[in-house]
């Protein structure tokens, strides 16, 4: 069974930083494309940041220049670490793994990160 648990969300002010983890079990990691993904109130989900399996990145101009995302395949992990955070940023953020050609499609719970106004 693929799990995929986030971790790192929190309350944050506005300029501050925050890191997410995802640890995925269950999948062969370092097959998947791994990415990040928001959903704020009222908002469809969007893409955050991807990696792929060679570790190229991809990110949503909203955040160019403030998220990093990263892989760890000895430890199964992906991060985001985010910089700069403005209240624009609060949403539940869920943790995405695909395999390359799309067959498999796995998403984390999802966690909060609030970045007051």
């Known amino acids: 069974q693929v799990q995929l648990v986030e971790s790192g969300g929190g309350l944050v002010q506005a300029g501050g930083s925050l890191r997410l983890s995802c640890a995925a079990n269950g999948l062969t990691f370092s097959s998947y494309i791994m990415g990040w993904y928001r959903q704020a109130p009222g908002k469809q989900r969007e893409l955050v940041a991807t990696i792929t399996t060679g570790g190229i990145t991809n990110y949503a101009d909203s955040v160019k220049g403030r998220f990093t995302i990263s892989r760890d395949n000895a430890k199964n992990t992906v991060a985001l670490q985010m910089n700069s955070l403005s209240p624009e940023d609060t949403a539940v953020y869920y943790c995405?793994?695909?395999?390359?050609?799309?067959?498999?499609?796995?998403w984390g719970q999802g966690t909060q990160v609030t970045v007051p106004s």
């Open positions: 995405n793994a695909r395999s390359v050609f799309g067959t498999y499609n796995y």
